[in-house]
């Protein structure tokens, strides 16, 4: 074996070494988006089981849809206070939710 030989195979192998460093790189990022839309899934989820964002949903979801924002100020406490019964139903309306 000659040194030109040597030289060609050394740059066979580079090549290689550098195909395969970019195979595992493209499946790091991979698994990192992966990981990532979990830990999102995850922080909504924890986010939306919080007794003050599941009264605010309910609230919303029970106005209907004609009404203004005068009339939305001039309601009492009780008018803003459904059954906690239908916070789930509320919450199966939001399209992303139901992909959780």
């Not at 040194?3 to 195979?23: K, N, R, S, Y």
């Not at 493209?26 to 839309?37: D, I, K, M, P």
């Not at 309601?75 to 459904?82: V, Y």
């Amino acid at each position: 074996m000659d040194l030109d030989t040597a030289a060609q195979l050394g740059e066979v192998f580079g090549g290689l070494a550098i195909l395969i460093t970019l195979l595992f790189g493209l499946r790091q990022a991979s698994q990192w988006n992966e990981n990532r839309r979990y830990d999102i899934a995850q922080s909504v989820a924890s986010h939306l089981s919080s007794p003050l964002i599941q009264r605010g949903l309910s609230v919303v979801g029970a106005l209907p849809d004609e009404i203004s924002v005068n009339d939305l100020q001039q309601l009492s406490r009780e008018e803003n206070a459904p059954a906690p019964d239908t916070v789930f139903f509320q919450l199966m309306k939001i399209p992303e939710l139901r992909r959780l």
